[in-house]
Protein backbone atom coordinates (compact mmCIF):
# COMPACT_ATOMS: atom_id res chain seq x y z
CA UNK A 1 0.00 0.00 0.00
CA UNK A 2 1.03 3.63 -0.24
CA UNK A 3 2.39 5.27 2.87
CA UNK A 4 3.76 8.55 4.04
CA UNK A 5 7.05 8.03 6.34
CA UNK A 6 10.01 10.39 7.57
CA UNK A 7 13.99 9.78 6.59
CA UNK A 8 15.34 10.41 10.22
CA UNK A 9 13.54 9.31 13.60
CA UNK A 10 15.73 11.74 15.49
CA UNK A 11 17.22 15.24 15.18
CA UNK A 12 19.72 16.98 17.62
CA UNK A 13 20.01 20.72 16.63
CA UNK A 14 21.53 23.46 18.68
CA UNK A 15 19.90 26.63 19.83
CA UNK A 16 20.15 28.92 16.93
CA UNK A 17 20.58 26.49 14.11
CA UNK A 18 18.78 26.26 11.31
CA UNK A 19 16.64 22.64 11.68
CA UNK A 20 15.58 20.72 8.68
CA UNK A 21 13.08 17.48 8.82
CA UNK A 22 12.18 15.40 6.34
CA UNK A 23 9.47 13.37 4.76
CA UNK A 24 8.89 11.05 2.03
CA UNK A 25 5.80 9.90 0.62
CA UNK A 26 4.41 7.51 -1.88
CA UNK A 27 0.84 8.40 -2.98
CA UNK A 28 1.36 10.31 -6.19
CA UNK A 29 -2.28 11.42 -6.23
CA UNK A 30 -1.68 13.34 -2.71
CA UNK A 31 -2.31 17.22 -3.14
CA UNK A 32 -2.17 18.81 0.22
CA UNK A 33 0.10 17.63 2.67
CA UNK A 34 0.75 19.32 6.34
CA UNK A 35 3.08 19.57 8.74
CA UNK A 36 2.25 19.20 12.48
CA UNK A 37 4.09 19.60 15.80
CA UNK A 38 3.45 17.74 18.66
CA UNK A 39 4.99 18.17 22.16
CA UNK A 40 5.34 15.62 24.87
CA UNK A 41 1.51 14.70 26.35
CA UNK A 42 -0.19 17.25 24.15
CA UNK A 43 -2.34 16.69 20.75
CA UNK A 44 -0.30 17.31 17.37
CA UNK A 45 -0.57 21.18 16.50
CA UNK A 46 -0.85 22.42 12.74
CA UNK A 47 2.37 24.31 11.74
CA UNK A 48 2.14 24.29 7.80
CA UNK A 49 0.48 23.36 4.84
CA UNK A 50 1.33 23.28 1.38
CA UNK A 51 -1.03 22.39 -1.79
CA UNK A 52 0.78 20.24 -4.63
CA UNK A 53 0.53 23.04 -7.07
CA UNK A 54 3.43 25.04 -4.93
CA UNK A 55 6.48 23.83 -4.39
CA UNK A 56 7.44 25.80 -1.54
CA UNK A 57 5.40 28.03 1.57
CA UNK A 58 6.78 30.40 4.27
CA UNK A 59 5.60 30.75 7.33
CA UNK A 60 6.77 32.45 10.57
CA UNK A 61 10.27 30.62 11.23
CA UNK A 62 9.00 28.05 9.30
CA UNK A 63 9.57 26.61 5.11
CA UNK A 64 8.00 23.83 4.10
CA UNK A 65 9.49 22.85 0.68
CA UNK A 66 7.62 20.00 -1.86
CA UNK A 67 9.79 18.33 -4.44
CA UNK A 68 6.71 16.31 -6.66
CA UNK A 69 9.39 14.80 -8.78
CA UNK A 70 10.66 13.06 -6.34
CA UNK A 71 8.09 12.83 -3.72
CA UNK A 72 9.67 14.49 -0.57
CA UNK A 73 8.50 16.73 1.32
CA UNK A 74 10.84 19.70 4.23
CA UNK A 75 10.13 21.56 6.73
CA UNK A 76 13.01 23.83 7.89
CA UNK A 77 12.49 26.06 10.83
CA UNK A 78 15.04 28.85 11.04
CA UNK A 79 16.76 29.83 14.40
CA UNK A 80 15.79 26.61 16.25
CA UNK A 81 14.68 27.62 19.59
CA UNK A 82 14.17 25.34 22.92
CA UNK A 83 10.47 25.69 22.56
CA UNK A 84 10.81 23.92 19.26
CA UNK A 85 11.68 20.91 20.90
CA UNK A 86 8.80 18.37 19.99
CA UNK A 87 7.65 15.20 17.14
CA UNK A 88 7.27 16.85 14.08
CA UNK A 89 5.32 14.69 11.50
CA UNK A 90 3.81 15.39 8.09
CA UNK A 91 0.94 13.93 6.83
CA UNK A 92 -0.91 14.15 3.39
CA UNK A 93 -4.57 13.94 1.89
CA UNK A 94 -6.05 13.71 -1.42
CA UNK A 95 -8.76 15.31 -2.92
CA UNK A 96 -9.81 17.24 0.57
CA UNK A 97 -11.46 13.76 1.66
CA UNK A 98 -11.33 12.28 4.85
CA UNK A 99 -8.09 9.63 4.93
CA UNK A 100 -5.38 11.76 6.26
CA UNK A 101 -2.19 9.57 6.15
CA UNK A 102 0.32 10.43 8.71
CA UNK A 103 4.29 9.57 9.23
CA UNK A 104 5.11 8.10 12.55
CA UNK A 105 7.17 11.75 13.04
CA UNK A 106 10.86 12.97 13.66
CA UNK A 107 11.59 13.74 17.26
CA UNK A 108 13.83 17.07 17.52
CA UNK A 109 15.75 18.19 20.47
CA UNK A 110 17.27 21.85 20.69
CA UNK A 111 20.23 21.97 22.66
CA UNK A 112 20.88 25.68 24.68
CA UNK B 1 -13.14 28.27 22.20
CA UNK B 2 -12.01 25.09 24.36
CA UNK B 3 -11.22 23.62 21.34
CA UNK B 4 -11.09 20.05 21.38
CA UNK B 5 -11.45 18.48 24.60
CA UNK B 6 -11.39 15.02 25.93
CA UNK B 7 -12.03 12.59 28.86
CA UNK B 8 -10.21 11.38 30.59
CA UNK B 9 -6.97 12.02 30.44
CA UNK B 10 -5.79 8.81 31.39
CA UNK B 11 -7.69 5.14 31.63
CA UNK B 12 -6.28 1.83 32.96
CA UNK B 13 -8.72 -0.99 32.15
CA UNK B 14 -8.62 -4.87 32.43
CA UNK B 15 -8.88 -7.14 29.97
CA UNK B 16 -12.64 -7.52 28.78
CA UNK B 17 -13.41 -4.11 30.90
CA UNK B 18 -15.79 -1.47 28.66
CA UNK B 19 -15.27 2.00 28.27
CA UNK B 20 -16.38 4.90 26.45
CA UNK B 21 -14.03 8.00 25.54
CA UNK B 22 -15.46 11.53 25.63
CA UNK B 23 -14.63 14.00 22.80
CA UNK B 24 -16.22 17.45 22.26
CA UNK B 25 -15.86 20.57 20.20
CA UNK B 26 -16.92 23.84 20.24
CA UNK B 27 -15.61 25.44 16.85
CA UNK B 28 -19.17 24.27 15.14
CA UNK B 29 -17.25 21.53 12.68
CA UNK B 30 -19.32 18.76 10.88
CA UNK B 31 -16.25 16.27 10.67
CA UNK B 32 -14.93 15.19 13.79
CA UNK B 33 -12.42 11.81 14.10
CA UNK B 34 -11.05 9.50 16.38
CA UNK B 35 -7.10 8.45 15.83
CA UNK B 36 -5.07 6.16 17.72
CA UNK B 37 -1.16 7.09 18.02
CA UNK B 38 1.40 3.77 18.95
CA UNK B 39 5.06 4.34 19.28
CA UNK B 40 6.77 4.58 16.46
CA UNK B 41 4.04 4.37 14.19
CA UNK B 42 1.81 7.54 12.39
CA UNK B 43 -1.85 8.20 13.49
CA UNK B 44 -4.03 5.58 12.37
CA UNK B 45 -7.82 6.74 11.50
CA UNK B 46 -9.97 4.32 13.63
CA UNK B 47 -14.16 6.05 12.63
CA UNK B 48 -14.70 9.14 11.65
CA UNK B 49 -17.99 11.31 11.42
CA UNK B 50 -18.79 13.64 8.51
CA UNK B 51 -21.34 15.19 9.94
CA UNK B 52 -24.30 14.44 12.24
CA UNK B 53 -26.16 11.11 12.23
CA UNK B 54 -23.13 9.75 10.41
CA UNK B 55 -20.16 7.93 11.26
CA UNK B 56 -17.74 5.48 9.09
CA UNK B 57 -14.90 3.02 8.99
CA UNK B 58 -11.80 4.54 9.18
CA UNK B 59 -8.06 2.30 8.37
CA UNK B 60 -8.46 0.58 12.19
CA UNK B 61 -12.32 0.57 13.33
CA UNK B 62 -12.55 -3.51 14.97
CA UNK B 63 -12.82 -3.61 18.18
CA UNK B 64 -14.27 0.00 18.60
CA UNK B 65 -17.95 1.44 18.46
CA UNK B 66 -18.63 5.39 17.77
CA UNK B 67 -21.31 7.80 18.19
CA UNK B 68 -22.17 11.29 16.99
CA UNK B 69 -24.09 12.03 20.00
CA UNK B 70 -24.94 15.41 18.55
CA UNK B 71 -22.50 18.41 16.39
CA UNK B 72 -20.26 18.97 19.37
CA UNK B 73 -19.70 15.68 20.85
CA UNK B 74 -18.15 12.11 18.87
CA UNK B 75 -17.88 9.04 21.77
CA UNK B 76 -15.83 6.66 21.39
CA UNK B 77 -16.53 2.75 22.88
CA UNK B 78 -14.74 0.10 23.75
CA UNK B 79 -17.06 -3.41 24.59
CA UNK B 80 -14.29 -5.41 25.73
CA UNK B 81 -10.78 -4.05 26.03
CA UNK B 82 -7.96 -5.93 25.00
CA UNK B 83 -3.94 -5.12 25.79
CA UNK B 84 -3.74 -4.77 21.74
CA UNK B 85 -5.70 -1.37 22.32
CA UNK B 86 -3.22 -0.02 24.72
CA UNK B 87 -2.59 3.13 22.86
CA UNK B 88 -3.10 6.84 22.84
CA UNK B 89 -6.30 7.80 21.33
CA UNK B 90 -6.74 11.58 19.72
CA UNK B 91 -9.85 12.94 18.50
CA UNK B 92 -9.77 15.46 15.73
CA UNK B 93 -12.46 18.27 14.35
CA UNK B 94 -12.17 19.51 10.91
CA UNK B 95 -12.44 23.04 9.74
CA UNK B 96 -13.21 23.43 6.08
CA UNK B 97 -11.50 26.15 3.71
CA UNK B 98 -13.10 29.41 4.24
CA UNK B 99 -12.42 33.29 3.03
CA UNK B 100 -9.18 33.04 5.11
CA UNK B 101 -7.48 29.57 3.73
CA UNK B 102 -8.46 27.59 1.01
CA UNK B 103 -7.61 24.45 3.11
CA UNK B 104 -8.91 21.96 5.51
CA UNK B 105 -7.40 21.81 8.99
CA UNK B 106 -7.61 19.34 11.53
CA UNK B 107 -7.91 20.53 15.09
CA UNK B 108 -6.66 17.79 17.70
CA UNK B 109 -7.90 16.75 21.29
CA UNK B 110 -4.91 16.26 23.55
CA UNK B 111 -5.50 12.86 24.08
CA UNK B 112 -6.23 9.92 26.18
CA UNK B 113 -3.98 7.55 27.51
CA UNK B 114 -5.09 4.35 27.93
CA UNK B 115 -3.72 1.61 28.84
CA UNK B 116 -5.27 -2.23 29.17
CA UNK B 117 -3.48 -4.88 31.56
Known amino acids: GESVGLHLPTLSVQEGDNSIINCAYS??????FIWYKQESGKGPQFIIDIRSNMDKRQGQRVTVLLNKTVKHLSLQIAATQPGDSAVYFC???????????FGAGTRLTVKP | NAGVTQTPKFQVLKTGQSMTLQCAQD?????MYWYRQDPGMGLRLIYYSASEGTTDKGEVPNGYNVSRLNKREFSLRLESAAPSQTSVYFC????????????????FGPGTRLTVL
Open chain 2, 92 to 107: ASLRLPSGASSYNEQF
Open chain 2, 27 to 31: MNHNS
Open chain 1, 27 to 32: NSASDY
Open chain 1, 91 to 101: AENEDNNNDMR
